[in-house]
């Protein structure tokens, strides 16, 4: 069997593994790959960092500047407070260093150090197979002592200084991945740094809310923080992943596609929820012209659909009563299997809808019995079925939809293989 295509993302994340040099990317400006790229940019006086990296990157980081720049950091800049952004913080840190984030940082630093077993927990699930490639490139464990970076100087909107002979000018992007996004613009030179806030793949679907879950980000907000960037008119964009885009033409383009992309599902969404349209029958309908199409490898229309459905709505359907307490749906799998015939008979019709190219229906009842009996066979077999299916008509395009659908078909393939 041929190896399973991987998605555009998996390279981007994987591209900085291990030894390598750091890329010159002109002007003073200096790349160190990652799994979101960190840079440094030369100055008479020292060094401009921004971002710096996860912390197990560090030795590879701290390497790759050495030789290839060999000045003090003076100032570290974060696009946002992401791990993969300031992980790397304290290799690059020293007295006299200044560290400026965006305002929200706080709160943003906050609410993931609150909830770090639960994101950890979804990561570990979508992540797994790429954690086990960062540990075996060695790159350098992280000290789970390590606190948080300490910002010196925090923003509401805009904040400017002078580093050497550049100047440099942040201001907050906040429709960006975290409420503490910011941009970093270099007006000699007309350069921008954006981060992540287009998404990890430029030029591809932003993710509304990820699979491993966040705050919602919000549409309207992402919209107005590409017309900031736009207003501009920057010839060079360099992003959190990935080589730099060039050339002012062709960034207005692509930045005016990306914002009238959102504005475009948003409304889109708007309108349905207004005439009255569920929410899944939006996701299945709604889809961009082709003029305004962008790549899915790392966010989708339909769950963009859905992210929008929800920022303004909420968790209350006002589909059932139920959605008001605390009882889900599948406390009454059991019933449901007894009432069917048992789990068999589900499993039976699963594959009937599955044979019919009906994979998600299949799921649907797949779920319901194996809740009631988690070690069906017949209910695991189909399970494992929907779900390759779903693999392959996806073309392994999106990393997140991969990556699940992965863990789904190695979850109850254990789960057979444990019960024969």
């Given at each position: 069997?041929?190896p399973r ?8 994340v994987m591209?900085g593994?291990?030894p390598?040099d750091?890329i010159?990317?002109?002007d ?9 790229n960190?840079?440094q940019?030369a ?14 990157e ?8 050495a030789r290839?720049v060999?000045a ?8 946002q407070?992401h ?15 200044e ?6 940082y ?6 993931w150090n609150?909830?770090?077993?639960f ?9 797994a197979?790429?954690i086990?490639a ?8 992280s000290?789970?002592r390590?606190?948080d970076p300490v ?7 805009r ?8 100047s440099?000018?942040?201001f907050?992007?906040p429709?960006g ?7 970093v ?5 007309r350069?921008?740094?954006t981060?992540?806030?287009f998404?990890?793949i430029f030029g ?11 705050k919602l980000?919000?549409?309207?907000a ?15 964009l360099?992003?959190?992943h990935?080589?730099?885009l060039?050339g002012?033409r062709e ?13 475009w ?5 708007v309108e ?12 299945r309908?709604?889809a961009?012209p082709?003029a305004?199409?962008?790549g899915e490898?790392?966010?989708?229309v339909?769950?963009n659909?859905?992210?929008i ?7 209350f ?5 139920t959605e008001?307490?605390?009882?889900p749906?599948?406390a009454?799998?059991?019933d ?7 789990a068999g ?7 009937e ?6 994979a998600?229906e299949?799921?649907?009842?797949t ?5 009631a ?13 929907a ?5 392959e008509a996806?073309?392994?395009q999106?990393l997140s939809e ?10 109850a ?7 024969i």
């Open positions: 069997m041929e295509k991987q998605p555009p993302l998996a390279e981007l591209a593994m291990g390598q750091a010159d990317l002109g003073g400006i200096f790349m160190s790959r990652g799994v979101s960190c840079y940019v100055t008479r006086d020292g060094v401009l960092m921004v971002n710096t990296g996860s912390a197990f560090t030795p590879w980081h701290t390497d790759r500047f290839a060999g003090p950091v003076r100032v570290i800049v974060f696009t407070s791990a993969d952004h300031i992980g790397g913080w304290h290799a690059f840190d020293a007295p006299g260093v560290t400026i984030a965006q305002a929200d706080a709160n943003v630093r906050g609410y609150r909830l770090m077993p994101y950890n927990r979804r990561a570990q699930a979508l992540w197979a790429h086990r960062q540990n075996r490139a060695g790159g350098g464990a000290d789970a390590q606190r910002p010196t100087l925090t923003f509401g909107d904040h400017a200084f002078v580093l050497g002979e550049r440099v000018e942040l907050s992007v429709g991945e975290t409420t503490d996004s910011l941009a613009w270099l007006p000699g030179s350069t921008v740094f981060g992540n806030l998404g990890p591809h679907v932003p993710n509304l809310l990820t699979l491993r879950g966040d980000r919000s549409a309207l992402f919209v107005v923080s590409v017309d900031r960037v736009r207003a501009l008119g920057a010839e060079v360099i992003t959190g990935g080589d730099p060039r002012a960034i207005e383009t692509a930045l005016a596609k990306l914002r009238d992309h959102v504005q599902v948003h409304d889109r969404t349905g929820m207004n005439a009255g349209r569920d929410l899944h029958a939006l996701m309908e709604i961009v082709p305004l199409a962008l490898g790392h966010g989708t339909r769950w659909v859905r992210a459905w929800e920022e303004y709505t909420g968790w359907r006002f589909e059932s009563t008001l307490y605390g009882v749906q599948r009454i799998a059991v449901l299997v007894g009432l069917a015939g048992g008979a589900l499993a039976q019709r699963a594959a809808h599955l044979a019919a190219g009906r998600l299949a799921l649907h009842l779920d319901i019995a194996l809740t009996e988690p070690a069906h066979a017949g209910a695991l077999r189909v399970e494992i079925a779900h390759e299916r779903l693999l996806s073309g392994s999106n991969t990556r699940w659908l992965e863990s789904r078909i190695a979850a393939s254990r789960a057979l293989d444990k019960n």
